[in-house]
């Protein structure tokens, strides 16, 4: 009998996790009084992190499903042409599944490098494509470099944890994420 | 065996077929999926705005009974004006129908009061929006207009089974007819300016040269209740500033809005009683 194959699944909810702590994140932090200053208004966008574990740890196939789930979701929720995020990780997926085999691509630190990377490609594409529909895109660009600095700075934070848990996932479903092979841990 | 060069760039071809399948798959699956995507992720916001009204309920529980005593007094004095505001609209809105049946006058749209909590607010340099807790299930339409006790909110722009994305005013895709408070000239409001550390403010475009507004003398904006299902008179912001614009013909300037949009956990919507007015 066929087994099933979940690591799409753990990862695809891994992912879901993710976006709705930084989505309860970004509804606190949607105003907010910090020191002096009494008015802050901070949006955290994490794209880049959502495609990090699929492309660097799981195989092609497995990396696909979950990017393109992972995008349908981002899509529903943002008043983006439904198909943007597929697109968007889809090629953040596909650069790193072509490069990945010349990077040490299980260390913790290359992971960091290229979820930052992955999300400044990300913020810099949303923008181009939302900021034309502000009436002085001068300020708007403002307001993006200042959410870019602070996701950047989250993304540095988070990103060890949150492959630590999609690893750690893995390890509890006794499944190499590479090869999809039953092992014991 | 493939060609190595073609191995090589095997992501790419995907990806180039994922592109080609999404542009070929019809519009109705598309929105189909978005709808089904979105419904997937509700239960996660609905059940997290539920378990923040919980702990709202059990923070609120640990006021001593002096507070509670104090907090009724203060409501008592607030019920007594509002029941005599509620006669004088009453008194007003008899005026306005015999006027209307008088002078023979098409009725004014009516609406609905649905109030509803905020679910999720998402707030960013890109869109503003908020998803609120009720949708199809108690008759929310698109393009419903939505309110607070500061004016006007924003628009319903998405409806779902049990939830709705509003569109809000700081946002800068919601463009509105508005006019200066005592004018009857249509301006024309636009969100957008939402800074990090300043309070947010949208534009008006279209003012007439003969208005003028200062930092300290500032102009109240209200709706027009033209060309839309915004009714009249509802608060938008206070211009603040109004120079010449590019042709000299208008004014255009800045409208300072209420800080509290950032913060709100409940709003109303106006559901239209008579939809085909609009």
């Known amino acids: ?185 | 065996m493939l060609p190595k060069r073609f191995d090589q760039a095997r992501p790419f071809a995907t990806l180039g077929i994922i592109l080609l399948a999404w542009l070929l798959l019809p519009l109705v699956l598309k929105t189909f999926t978005r709808a089904t995507f979105f419904e997937i992720q509700a239960p996660l916001t609905v059940t997290d705005s539920y378990a923040q009204d919980l702990q709202t309920f059990w923070s609120n529980r640990l006021h001593s009974k002096d507070e509670l005593l104090k907090a009724g007094q203060d409501m008592a004095g607030l019920f007594a004006a509002y029941d005599y505001s509620k006669q004088i609209n009453q008194e007003t809105e008899s005026d306005i129908l015999r006027l209307e049946n008088m002078l023979n006058l098409p009725p004014l749209p009516t609406f609905r009061f649905e109030p509803a909590r905020v679910a999720r607010r998402d707030f960013s340099g890109w869109w503003q929006r908020m998803i609120i807790r009720k949708g199809e299930n108690y008759g929310i339409t698109v393009g419903a207009p939505v309110i607070f006790a500061g004016g006007v909110v924003g628009r319903v722009t998405e409806v779902y089974h049990y939830t709705s994305v509003v569109d809000l005013i700081t946002s800068p895709t919601f463009r509105l007819a508005a006019s200066v408070s005592g004018e009857s000239r249509p301006v024309s409001y636009q969100g957008g300016l939402n800074d990090s550390f300043k309070s947010p403010r949208g534009t008006v475009e279209f003012v007439p040269l003969d208005i003028f507004a200062t930092r300290s003398l500032p102009k109240h904006l209200v709706t027009s209740g033209l060309g839309g299902v915004f009714p009249p008179g509802l608060t938008i912001g206070d211009i603040t500033t109004l120079e010449p614009s590019a042709d000299g013909l208008f004014k255009t300037g800045e409208v300072s809005l209420d800080e509290r949009l950032g913060t709100l956990t409940e709003v109303t919507v106006l559901v239209p009683l008579n939809p085909e007015e609009f």
């Open chain 1, 1 to 185: 009998m066929r087994r099933v194959d979940p690591r799409w699944f753990i990862v695809f909810l891994a992912n879901l996790l993710l976006w709705w702590l930084v989505s309860t994140a970004n509804h606190y932090l949607a105003r907010f009084s910090f020191l002096w200053i009494d008015y802050c208004s901070i949006h955290l966008y994490v794209g880049g992190l959502f495609g990090v574990y699929s492309a660097l740890r799981l195989d092609s196939k497995q990396g696909w499903i979950v990017i393109s789930l992972t995008g349908l979701i981002l899509d529903s929720l943002e008043p983006v042409p439904f198909g943007t995020h597929v697109i968007l990780l889809g090629l953040v997926h596909a650069t790193l599944l072509y490069g990945r085999r010349r990077f040490p691509r299980e260390g913790a630190i290359f992971g960091i490098v290229v979820a930052l990377f992955a999300n400044l490609f990300l913020v810099i594409a949303l923008s181009f494509l939302m900021v034309g529909t502000n009436p002085r895109p001068g300020e708007a660009w403002l307001r993006i470099f200042v959410d870019l600095l602070a996701s950047q700075f989250v993304l540095l934070v988070i990103t060890p944890w949150f492959q630590a848990l999609q690893e750690r996932a893995m390890e509890m479903a006794r499944i190499h994420p590479t090869t999809g092979r039953r092992v014991a841990f």
